[in-house]
């Protein structure tokens, strides 16, 4: 009888976690900025019908970085979780906060007792009156959460646009400034992304009910320009 080859927990685990990580690394990345009139989401993306960010609910925003395919099931997964607790109780009590618990807990399971990882990072977002109350969850490819303040940047590169964030950052910033900051530093030392190179939404704090709209086409022209 022959044995099984042994490898210890550990290095599964890191090899899994190095797996996810590089092939996450491949795509383009997405920052999200708490500004003045909502909360931004700015993601390097030239395709016109491949999205990265979606409303999830009424105040809630979905983005992401990866594998497409990966994260569009788990956005859908999302919105249909939303749309059942807010037809069965309430419309207030669909929160960002329980549906990154929900990813976190899909996600962990998955890189813990599948053989392949998902290759993702995810972001949930809730605006609210004023923009110390938003909520920003940056969720993982193993599970982990992290409640981010202000701003949150995902992807390979996330790092080094965090810290140019942390450097320019203004919360009390117009749309056109916080645009204008996620472009560059999307840009990193190759300067400034193009409109034709970004994907562009907002959860826009002064809408009523539905929040989240696309800034596209002239409108995308102008902020930018």
Request: one cysteine or more; charged letters at 30%.
């Given at each position: ?22 092939n ?6 997405l ?5 003045a ?7 390097d ?26 994260f569009q ?22 929160s ?22 998902y ?7 809730e605006?609210?009156e ?21 701003f ?25 400034t916080?645009l ?16 034709s ?11 009523p ?7 596209r ?9």
């Open positions: 009888m022959t044995m099984p080859f042994y490898v210890s927990p550990e290095q599964v685990m890191k090899d899994r976690a190095e797996y996810a990580r590089k996450i690394a491949r795509g383009r990345d920052v999200a900025l708490c500004c009139p909502g909360i931004l989401l700015v993601a993306n030239p395709s016109k019908t491949l999205s990265k960010t979606s409303e999830i609910y009424d105040k809630i925003a979905f983005a992401a970085v990866g594998k497409y395919n990966e099931m788990l956005k859908v997964a999302g919105i249909r979780s939303a749309d059942m607790k807010g037809f069965s109780y309430s419309r207030e009590d669909v960002a906060r329980e549906i990154a618990n929900a990813y976190a807990q899909t996600l962990g399971q998955v890189f813990t007792h599948e053989m392949k990882p290759e993702v990072e995810l972001l949930v977002c605006v609210a004023s923009v110390d109350k938003d909520e920003l969850y940056h969720i993982f490819y193993d599970g982990v959460v992290m409640d981010e303040q202000d949150s940047a995902i992807g390979g590169n996330s790092e080094s646009i965090t810290e140019a964030l942390k450097a320019e950052y203004d919360a009390q910033a117009d749309l056109a916080c204008k900051l996620g472009a560059k530093v999307l840009g990193g030392s190759k300067g400034a992304l193009e409109p190179q970004l994907e562009v939404a907002i959860l826009d704090r002064t809408r009910r539905r929040r989240f709209r696309r800034i086409n002239s409108e995308l022209d102008s902020l930018l320009s």
